[in-house]
Nanobody, 120 residues
Framework: QVQLVESGGGLVQAGGSLRLSCAAS????????MGWFRQAPGKEREFVAG????????YYADSVKGRFTISRDNAKNTIYLQMNSLKPEETAAYYC?????????????WGQGTQVTVSS
């Protein structure tokens, strides 16, 4: 089991940037496919970005391609989500996940989430 703690959320103006971090504990981190998801009020949780265990492969939702970048540092047991050109409709709670299946982005472990608010 992997324990995940997100940080870096906050309030930003439209067009601005934020960098989210997810610190993991647990011996299986380095071998785990990881992902970022988000959930806006009244909406279902949606996939945002994913990264392979080595970091060599990354995956993005179409809505964030070219603006968001996922990365990982296995030495620090941390993954990141750099978010640029943020839009008000991207206001949501952002969640880190581990133990993900790339085929359907089902993930076994979840963090508590960090709030991102984008003002217009």
């Amino acid at each position: 089991q992997v324990q995940l703690v997100e940080s870096g959320g906050g309030l930003v103006q439209a067009g601005g940037s934020l960098r989210l971090s997810c610190a993991a504990s647990g011996r299986s981190f380095s071998g785990s496919v990881m992902g970022w998801f988000r959930q806006a009020p009244g909406k279902e949780r949606e996939f945002v970005a994913g990264i392979s265990w080595s970091g060599s492969s990354t995956y993005y939702a179409d809505s964030v391609k070219g603006r968001f970048t996922i990365s990982r540092d296995n030495a620090k047991n941390t993954i990141y989500l750099q978010m640029n050109s943020l839009k008000p409709e991207e206001t949501a709670a952002y969640y880190c996940a581990a133990g993900c299946w790339i085929s359907n982005w089902y993930c076994a472990s979840w963090g508590q989430g960090t709030q991102v608010t984008v003002s217009s």
